[in-house]
């Protein structure tokens, strides 16, 4: 897909990552969000929500915004992460990027989020 064509949204809420045990259970308040993101592992479970929830977790890292990729976005589509995230690479932003079956979600330092839409605008991205 052409960059020009991906019109990419900054979601309101600023984020939290959580690392927890793999058998943690996760406060109710969590299924009540707008969005989160749990992904488990034999090793981890990783937990995306926003940073005003109280978690009690191993490991946590506060002040993430999250851009929005306008979905839904076919299977066949290839490179939509690869060219988003090349974009913030060369600006040295660290991404945490998190897919759903509609489309993609990149979340980026909350110090980073002007510099990151500078540089994806410059790139073709549009943003609404």
């Not at 978690?55 to 976005?73: F, R």
Request: net charge negative; charged share 25%.
């Amino acid at each position: 897909m052409e960059t020009s064509k991906l019109v990419l949204s900054v979601l309101e809420e600023t984020f939290s990552i959580h690392r927890l045990a793999p058998d943690a259970s996760l406060p109710e308040a969590v299924s009540e969000c707008d969005f989160y993101s749990l992904n488990k592992t034999t090793e981890e479970l990783s937990l995306v929500c926003p940073e005003h929830l109280a978690v009690k977790s191993e490991k946590s890292n506060p002040d993430w915004k999250c851009l929005k990729v306008a979905g839904p976005l076919d299977f066949e589509l290839t490179g939509i992460l690869a060219g988003i995230t090349d974009v913030l690479a060369k600006q040295k932003l660290s991404v945490f990027a998190i897919s759903t079956f509609d489309t993609d979600y990149i979340l980026i330092k909350k110090q980073g989020l002007t510099a990151a839409i500078s540089a994806l605008e410059r790139a073709g991205y549009q943003f609404n």
